[in-house]
Each structure stands twice: as C-alpha cells, then as structure tokens.
C-alpha cells in the first residue's frame, strides 16, 4: 500500500492535517482544496490546521494559499512547520529541560570556521569543532572530538547543561548566559573534560566527576 | 580631529590585516585612542593577529543589525590603553553590511578615537565598497611583484572613482638582496608605476609569521628591523620627516652580525 501522504486528525487544536513529505506550494494547494472538497460539510466553520514536514514555501505565497481558501470555501487555515510541534519545550522562549534524557541531533563530521550547528536539543558532534565554528544546543553539548571553537549549552536559558569534549580547548565556552574564554597562555589537557556552571561561573573539569551533574 | 583609514590593496595575502594591527598598535603606543575595524565577514583574521580572538562575543554585524551597542562589541586590547579592536562577523558574508551602515558606523567610532583604521577585504567587490565607505583616506600595500603592483594600481583607480585621493603606499615583504640581484622589483621601479606617495617599506622578515601566530603585532619588537620599519611608517602618517631605513643589510653571518650592531 502507498503511504498517504496527508492525514487528518482531530486534535485540540481543531482538524489538523498532517503532510509527511516535502511539498511544494502547488501540491500543497491540491492535497488541501481535494480534502476539502471530498468533504466540505465535515470542514464547513472549523478551523484548519495543516502540519508539513518542511517548509520551502515562501510566507507571501502561504498567505495567497490561507485567503483563497479562506474566500472559496470559508474556512480558516493555520499552516504549521511539522518538527516544530513534535518536540516539545523547543521554542526560544522556553527553557529546555531534556537534559537527563531528551531529543538529540548528531551531526557527522567537523564544524569548521564560520560554520554554525544549532540545535533546539541535546547535540553531539561527531567530529571536531575547529576554531571559528559555534555549536549551539538549548541541551548539552557532547563533541567526540577536539573542541577548539565556541560552544554554546542550554542558550535557552538551562543553566544546567554541561559541555563535554573528548579534548577541550575551546576558545570559549558559553553555558545559558554564563560566558567565558580560554585562557591566553593555554594548556590543553588531552583528556576528556566537562564544563558545567558553578556559582554564576564556568568551571572546566575531568569528565570522571559526573556526581554533580544535573 | 579624528580620522578613519582603510588599509587595501586588491591582492590577498600582501599584508593588510598585518598592517592594519602593526599601525593601530603603534598608534595606541603613542597615546593615541585607536579603533581596528575587520570589515573581512566570513574570513576575519585581525582578531588571531591581534591575539583578541577568544574574547569576541559581538562582532560588526551584531552592531549594524542592532544587536548589541557599539561598544559592547569592542574589544579592549590586551596590552595598551586606548586601542580596541571591532571585530567582522565570521559566520555571515560581506553583504551583511551596506556602505551606508559602514559610513555610520565609522562617524559613531570617530566620536570616540583619534584613529579608525579599516583593514578592508581581498577583491573589488562588496567587501571593498564597504571598507572604502567611511574612510577619509587610504593606504594602499603592495608586495614586489608584478601581479600585486598590477592590483594596487586598479585599487588606486577605484579609491579615486570614489572621490579617495593621494592614497599613500606601503611596499611590503622586500627583499633587498634579490633586488640587488634584479630578480625583484626596485622600490624606484614600483613608484614609477603607481605614481603615488610612498609612506614606507617593509622588509621580508620571517619574524612576523612569527608574531602573527603569537597575537603580537611586532611592532612591539624593540629589536625587529620590520618593527622599526612600522614604526617609521607611523611617523611619517603622523606627518614626521623619518628617512626610510637602509635595508641594505645581507641574510648571512656578517649581514646578520652588522645588523645586531646596528640595533643595539
């Protein structure tokens, strides 16, 4: 049997229809005055609420969508990004709190100079940060690898989210809103090391002393 | 009076940003209040030259863009008062900035310092327009070689299209015994093509990759002959009457023993 590609639910937020796959404005188009169509009693004063995978519409064209169906059938549509919804404490706002257990991004390879990975979660890199790239996650941050650029943990807020690097030579770290930078005469240690939030500080330790995190 | 300049030349890797921090160090070094401006986005390098890098957490995008107060993002040196570093963003790219906010932002940083010094990008493009925005004057480097001079010389074309008039020239990384062999352009032979006011002359000098990896412009270095070249170039930009150094000194044991002797 082939997926369907759009379903609808009814959820507390009204008749949602969810698109698995990419679309395009025009398809998007079709799949919803089709819906609609086959059963426009059902629709009729609801409103709708349609969820996509992703996104590559431009904002102007989604409005033409919403008041065309708006003026041809008289129902109200809501367009939404599909991941967005599916994690939750995600958004800016908010304070992530998966740091025990949580969403987590792995990203392969390194992070280099003017790169950035940014992560609404917990994100491991599978490679080394070199210096001029960020990584930025409102979780912790885990690098298997040499961090020697920037890495921002829990910029959501979560003080509490840890940065753990198997060498650690970051030129700063960030934790929330807590900031500090690698000292000017350096040395590296080459074990692994944790940074964590003490006392309104950043403070960089062996990674065998796990009893004080979270 | 406060006065910006940029320092340009068209070609990559001739020595602008080496330049840009030996100059605003000096400048500092004599007691005088000075702004660095790294208008490199996405390739920025005067930070890891100036030895500021890890203390960036706002750069110029940040403060075109309204993120963050002008002074919030500059960086206060680590070794004299009164010199302070505004760093380019690294993660965005040259159209992050208009020529207008560049202009702006340089009128807001003439309030503050004696000297704006505006280490422009490689290339004619965005980068350039926007490093050239603001300036009221230019410093164009150049290396002795035929490929460079040729771009210093399409560079003083621009900056005059842009009403930036007798822009002043820089000879860097020369090398006096392969000019005295005629393998390298002459100092005489590259002002004849350029035609244009020379404020001084560099030596090749492996010193400065040194000081550049350290953060520590070499200016610093009572005792490096490139150094006292920076430092003469400064007076002559303050108006100074300084001879150029003689360069005339050989790479072997009895150029290396006259040099020491010379120096101490």
Known sequence: ?214 | MSESIVITSGKGGVGKTTSTANIGTYLAMKGYKVALVDTDIGLRNLDVVMGLENRIVYDIVDVVEGQCRLKQALIKDKRFDGLYLLPAAQTRDKSAVTPEQMQKLISDLKEEFDYILVDCPAGIEQGFKNAIAGADRAIVITTPEVSAVRDADRIIGLLEASDLHDPLLVINRIKMDMVKRGDMMDIEDIIDILAIDLLGVIPDDENIIISSNRGEPIVTDEKSLAGQAYRNLVERLLGNDVPLINLDVGNGFMGRLKRLFKMA
């Open chain 1, 1 to 214: 049997m082939i997926k369907e590609a759009i379903k609808i639910q009814g959820t507390k937020e009204g008749l949602v229809i969810v698109l698995e796959e990419d679309v395009d404005i025009e398809l998007l188009k079709e799949k919803i005055v089709n819906r609609i169509e086959k059963s426009l009693n059902f629709f009729q004063g609801a409103t709708l609420t349609v969820r996509v995978k992703s996104l590559n519409i431009k904002e102007e064209n989604l409005e033409k969508l919403k008041d065309f169906i708006l003026d041809k059938y008289g129902i109200e549509v809501q367009i939404k990004n599909f991941q967005e919804k599916h994690i939750k404490n995600v958004t800016d706002d908010e304070i992530f709190n998966g740091l025990e257990e949580g969403i987590t991004k792995f990203h392969k390879g390194t992070v280099r100079s003017g790169q950035v990975v940014k992560y609404h979660g917990n994100l491991v890199i599978l490679g080394d940060v070199n210096p001029g790239g960020l990584v930025q996650a409102a979780g912790n941050i885990v690098v298997l690898g040499t961090l020697r650029g920037i890495a921002h943990a829990g910029f959501t807020g979560n003080k509490d989210a840890v940065i753990v690097a198997s060498s650690l030579r970051a030129m700063q770290l960030r934790i929330a809103n807590v900031i500090s930078r690698s000292p000017d005469k350096e040395d590296a240690n080459d074990y692994p090391e944790v940074a964590v939030v003490k006392r309104g500080k950043i403070i960089v330790k062996p990674l065998y002393h796990l009893n004080d995190l979270w």
